[in-house]
């Protein structure tokens, strides 16, 4: 699967771009603000149906414009695929595949699979816990709809949980009966969100280890650990018993959407203990693993968006991910960089089909 053609028309900062990419190494180069990244979160878009750094869709139109469209066609299995979308707004998001548009967005997930890296990638680490139960949702999405349905049926459940919560002035028998309604499908969702969850990050586990190893020259001990208040076998009770507590805050303590991935190196939190490389190694593996579980699943070579990647990495270390990413395993890989001295040298190495284009506000140059 590649992507051969890419069309945007006011999409951030660029005002109108016509690419014909090829199917191995893309490169961005250009000063920071230059409109890398935006062409970057356009192909982003056409996998998630929506922006990677913002997911406020108006705020992704250009500057004193009123809508922005993103369009590619596609190779995958032998056959084009035609993507648009266009957001306007006051006005409905289009999204179409093929000309024919969506009934839910959903349906989308998964149909080009993607992985980016990124220097935002960095909010895994150092904010709350709400950023990694994205990250996991996001990829196990990619390749199981099953798991996307439950995941959006168990959010509404919460939803509702909480608005009566919010309304509950005293616990009652006739709360407690409607808080045990909403307790039964928590709990019967959330094993299997628990169970899919489990199972994405034990076989995600070796990948990462190999893989931080290799570009690490085994010089740490890395690790993540599942938390989940699901895995308590009464859980049911531990619900309950948080009843008053969550009247008085007016939201759901317990749950799968309290779910958390503890990231250590040396049987420490590394958002404490890790240096800015070791920080960006860990993140750099964690999504090359991403990356190696979605092919096996999906049975398509997923397109890797490498955006600034070598900042903060020593030369060894930005190395070895170049000889990682050189191998056969993939493709269509997008990089971008501030430097064409930089990037030369590393296509030489790789010896893949590559294309250089050179950004400027929003323009783009084929050299």
Not at 16 to 25: T, V
Not at 95 to 124: A, C, M, T
Not at 177 to 189: A, K, N, P, T
Not at 340 to 354: D, F, T
Request: glycine share 6%; charged share 30%; net charge positive.
């Amino acid at each position: 699967m590649f992507l051969k053609h890419l069309h945007l028309i006011n999409f951030k900062n660029i005002e109108l771009a016509q690419l014909d990419l090829c199917k191995g190494i893309n490169c961005l180069i250009g000063s920071n603000g230059a409109g890398k990244t935006n062409l970057l979160d356009a192909i982003y878009y056409m996998s998630f149906c929506k922006s990677f750094f913002n997911p406020v869709d108006s705020q992704n139109i250009r500057h004193n414009q009123d809508f922005f469209v993103v369009q590619g066609t596609y190779h995958v299995n032998n056959e084009e695929e035609h993507i648009y979308c266009g957001v306007k707004n006051g006005v409905k998001k289009q999204f179409k595949r093929n000309k024919k548009e969506y009934d839910k967005l959903s349906d989308h997930i998964g149909l080009l699979p993607l992985v980016v890296i990124s220097p935002q990638d960095e909010r895994l680490i150092v904010e709350g816990s709400e950023q990694r139960r994205r990250y996991v949702d996001g990829v196990i999405s990619q390749y199981d709809k099953t798991y996307l349905e439950q995941l959006i049926n168990y959010n509404k459940i919460i939803s509702q949980r909480n608005l009566y919560l919010k309304k509950l002035k005293v616990l009652n028998p006739s709360a407690h009966d409607m808080l045990d309604i909403w307790d039964y499908q928590m709990i019967e969702l959330g094993k299997k969100i628990v169970q899919a969850r489990t199972r994405f990050l034990e076989e995600l586990k070796p990948v990462f280890l190999e893989t931080y190893n290799f570009i690490s020259g085994q010089k740490e001990e890395v690790e993540f650990v599942y938390k989940s208040h699901l895995k308590d076998k009464d859980f049911k009770s531990h619900l309950k018993n948080a009843r008053e507590r969550d009247m008085l805050l007016g939201y759901s303590t317990k749950g799968v959407h309290k779910d958390d991935v503890d990231f250590k190196i040396g049987a420490y939190p590394i958002k404490k203990m890790g240096s800015q490389g070791q920080k960006k190694t860990f993140l750099i593996a964690l999504k090359l693993g991403q990356f190696k579980f979605l092919s096996k699943y999906k049975k398509k070579t997923p397109i890797l968006l490498l955006d600034d990647i070598f900042d903060k990495l020593d030369t060894q270390r930005g190395d070895k991910l170049i000889e990682l990413v050189g191998g056969d395993c993939f493709r269509q890989i997008f990089i971008t960089d501030t430097q064409i001295n930089r990037i030369q040298p590393i296509l030489k190495k790789i010896k893949k089909e590559s294309r250089i284009f050179m950004v400027d506000n929003g323009a783009f140059d084929l050299i």
